[in-house]
């Protein structure tokens, strides 16, 4: 357990793969000391002290001490043969080549999904072409938009059939002061759009509305590139952090729920206009737009009726795709563009989980794999045999950081992953400012922290017995940071009621999933974590409290804003629309409110998990 | 020439066909004199003096005189051994049948074709489906848009693939305020209304949007059947009379063509308002509208720009057929319903002549006919060999009774026809009220009644020599009405150069047509006029000033509001919106502002033909 140990006197080269990275060990480093110290990323969740699975590497090549006792009890005769060890149990002896495992890397893989280049081939919804319209004369004074129209349909028959109105008001001044040359963008025999004629990228939106942000790709239509990205708070948290409140406020009045309206789609437009003016365009350049959001931000942004979203049985008004204009609903951009929003599946599962699904192609997926959104609600989709079966579960606020004595959401400060390491708390925080607070990832670090150092019970139950924790108001409570050096910030017995709570739930919802479907948690091929909490949280401390399956780490994929991906998809290729609205519509959606088994998982699943299980 | 004749001494019974009115005709009376007394409408121009040639009728039945000397140079042998004679001209010496010719007809056509019971198999755009609508339940809490289309697609497959976001908005209270059990309001597979299910009608509009008026008909989608009709006056005339104003109006500023926009909507609405009201109905349940009106009232409506309309070649923004949301146009309906308006032909030929060519079935005509809606403006169509050659003539004011000394418009003591007869002076005015002016279809009559009596010559000049001329202000002028019984009403010699200008457009217009297809005048073998000053002219007193062709006056016919016709046509038929595309497509449209033969015709046509052509 204890690091220290004989080391190798000199240090040697170790290479990091995948990455490359280059670095010289310094004498007795482990080699997740050696990563860690050059900031190569690789997971540990119980801080290098050999209590967990998560910093699992294999040595490719060159000579590392023999497995320590410890790695000979966790792995299998096979895998230590194959060179896997975990890197805080392990030392170089030589120069040599390590290669993180899948699992280790997870939380870089988000940064990859951030930068988003996934690959479709472009088939949007919206085109542009380029045309000379002639003048009219007095020997042929046709209308404007019949010359537009012949235009387009002599040098591409059958690609424009009529017209925007909005664009019929002002065609006759743009095709004079342009003489003619200019270009139509077209959405399926509609000319949506009339510009001069110039070079440039034909902009779209993928617009991610969540309950606290607003993700917004700026992407150009002609070849799928993201021109630029950019998240922002939705503002209507100020009517309320989660969707309940929302509803209850929408409900009040019609003008209240126009004003939640009026928020959101204000942000959108201000995220899209600095995004725009980053590129030298403007809002009004804005050819197609696809939104994918939960159901209560989706029908917000609509201005749908919610009342019936918040009570049994949680009815839609809407679970199909729609189209409509993006001035119908105050979203600005070329005079015709259309709104696309992806289909919701049900009342508390929305179409931002349906571009998930299609972000991580579930519509084609072989496996059986769990794919999941973690937030107050936790939306899960078990894929399996080709079908599509979803609930969601009420995993409440703790996990983003709300109704926890210190809890705070991402933000510079806040407590963002937590290692016991030995006696010392290895804390760190956003933007490495001094911490404030802990927020969702922290919570999970800390409770499994807390738990893997036996300080609080499979039940539980916080001891009272450990120099470590202290009581305050009743309640015991463990220190991360403070004594003196800034505000305390404490983990309580409250605190861990609050996560058994939430992850009993997510835990509860995939167990109900495997059990309508016959299976075991060990024939789960993958899980998939997307959301920007689930991105951002340790898989072991996770796997460590029980809220995700018990599965090696491998299994594990933490995909990022896939919503904002699966929008972006939709929003490149227009097929793909049709395969979220399929996707949408073969799922199977299970309400837990009436699913007595549901309740008697959670109960089951609050309990924390076996601390070894080898 | 003169009526005093011989006559059987006691009456007889003369029944009139069509129509079966039984008349007892007094001593001397002539059969147009019996006609007259009873109310029975039979044209006549020269007021019964056997000059002119439009009180043609057939005796089918019973004895008449035998024919005057008048009557056996009028008509041939076989004609009159078909018994054709003039009723001007004609005594019963016993009771009898007498058939009245289509031309001698021709005004109370107008009447029929208002109350315009037009045949058309029902096939409406906009069609409701009762349908029952599951509640949700925890087992199966689809979404309130998905069960609705459920429960649509399971009764009748295919019917529905979307629901507007407006209904959409409305649809969860809806399904349960009335259990699941409404009506589903679809049109090409997207639900623009959701009601109660109640037996009733399904409303729309047929609106004739015209430069003075706004005519509106409320029709059951159902069966095609009128419900009610109104006309008003379009309010725009407060921002000048003509479309040639009120281009200048919408081009001085965006909110004068906003407010011009507005006032037409608001009597729309206004006018829908009170007929549904009439049919205990409401504005919210009209489904459909359908709108036909010239090019000017058109962009105006759809807050397009005029200005290009208001210069050479003029040129319209748009002649395509539209179709938006009512609410878009701001016309009040059901939330989802569509505004189509029928295709313009160009700058100054409207969607109004198009539903006109509808109407008559121009696109199937196998006849030679021409096709002509009189006013300001005059549209003319010359269908001939299956092809459709349009043009515009600037007939100018005259004929709507403006820039006329004494004019006024269609209104309760406008001076609508003019009869000489012998010395006497016979007129009418709308609704036998005071005469205070004269309109339209009286200047017409006027005109010809003084060219016929000889007081005006083949050029137009008002002869000084005869006593009934006397001279103000320089000009020769006729007195009609007044001498110390009211206000005079004269018609003077600048009016008759007024109605030269206007009927030398109108008949060079003509000539241009038929010289661009080779044609000569009597190869016409109808001429269709339509609108509300066309319904009220007498033909013939339109030939005799050689406004009209010289044409045998059974070629004629006066379809009163065709153009509302053509708007219910299409409103009750949706293939009929497909013809009136392709008319407006197909015609060819001739700019006569570049056409210097047009102005060598009209200088030929502003002279009066010949007095007696037999």
């Not at 980053?278 to 009004?284: E, F, Y």
Request: charged share 20%; proline share 5%; with cysteine.
């Amino acid at each position: 357990m204890s690091r220290a140990r004989e080391s190798a006197v000199t240090g040697h080269w170790i290479t990091f793969d995948p990455g490359g990275s280059h670095v010289w060990s310094l004498p007795s480093e482990t080699i997740l000391d050696t990563a860690r110290r050059a900031g190569v990323r690789i997971a540990s969740v119980c801080g290098g002290r050999g209590l967990c699975q998560s910093c699992v590497v294999r040595v490719t090549e060159g000579p590392v001490e023999p497995p320590s006792q410890n790695d000979l009890e966790f792995f299998s005769a096979e895998e230590l043969a194959n060179s896997w060890r975990r890197a805080c149990q392990t030392f170089a002896c030589g120069d040599c080549h390590v290669e993180i495992s899948a699992r280790a890397r997870a939380v870089p893989m988000r940064s990859e999904v951030e930068s988003e280049d996934v690959w479709v081939r472009p088939d949007p919804a919206v085109r542009l072409y380029p045309v000379q319209v002639p003048p009219p004369t007095l020997q042929n004074p046709a209308a404007d938009d019949y010359r537009l129209m012949a235009a387009l349909n002599g040098k591409w028959p059958g690609t424009c059939s009529r017209i925007d109105l909005d664009v019929l008001r002002t065609l006759p001044g743009t095709l004079r002061a342009c003489e003619g040359r200019v270009a139509a963008i077209v959405r399926f025999g509609e000319v949506i759009g009339v510009v001069p004629a110039e070079k440039g990228p034909l902009p779209g939106l993928a617009v991610d509305i969540g309950t606290t942000n607003i993700g917004v790709l700026l992407v150009d239509l002609r070849n799928g590139r993201t021109l630029a990205s950019r998240a922002t708070e939705n503002p209507q948290t100020s009517h309320g952090a989660d969707v309940i409140t929302r509803i209850g406020k929408a409900r009040s009045s019609r003008e209240r729920q126009k004003q939640l309206h009026d928020l959101a789609v204000g942000a959108i437009n201000d995220v899209a206009r600095e995004l725009c003016e980053g590129q030298s365009l403007a809002s009004a350049q804005i050819a197609d737009i696809v939104i994918a959001g939960n159901t209560v931000m989706h029908h917000l942004l609509f201005e749908l009726p919610v009342e019936h979203l918040g009570a049994v049985p949680f009815v839609a008004a809407s679970t199909s795709a729609i189209d409509v204009k993006a001035r119908d609903v105050g979203i600005r951009a070329m005079p015709g563009a259309y709104v696309h929003a992806i289909a919701n599946i049900a009342g508390f599962v929305g179409g931002d989980h349906t571009a998930m699904l299609l972000a991580i192609g579930g519509d084609h997926e072989e496996k059986t794999v769990v794919a999941l959104d973690i937030g107050t609600n936790t939306e899960i989709s078990l894929i399996h045999d080709g079908r599509l079966l979803t609930i969601s579960c009420p995993s409440g606020p703790a996990l983003e950081g709300r109704h926890i004595r210190c809890g705070m959401r991402s933000a510079p400060g806040a407590i963002e992953s937590v290692e016991f390491s030995g006696e010392q708390v290895r804390i760190k925080t956003i933007e490495n400012a001094a911490p404030i607070g802990i927020c969702g990832s922290g919570v999970v670090d800390a409770t499994a922290q807390l738990y893997l150092a036996g300080l609080v019970s499979r039940t539980g139950r916080m001891t009272r017995e450990d120099p470590r924790i202290r009581m305050r108001d009743g309640q015991p409570e463990f220190l991360l940071a403070g004594e003196g050096h800034g505000p305390d910030v404490v983990f309580n017995q409250r605190d861990v009621r609050a996560v058994q709570l939430a992850k009993g739930a997510i835990r509860a919802g995939i167990q109900v999933l495997l059990d309508e479907s016959g299976l075991r948690e060990e024939q789960i091929e993958q899980v998939i974590i997307a959301g920007a909490f689930g991105n951002y949280i340790d898989v072991a401390s996770a796997v460590a409290i029980g809220m995700l399956p018990d599965l090696p780490l491998e299994r594990f994929a933490q995909v990022g804003n896939a919503a904002g991906i699966g929008a972006k998809l939709a929003l490149v290729s227009y097929p793909h629309r049709a395969t979220a609205q399929s996707i949408a519509a073969s799922s199977r959606y299970l309400e837990l409110a009436g699913l007595a088994r549901f309740n008697r998982a959670f109960m089951r699943a609050m309990r924390f998990p076996g601390r070894n299980r080898n």
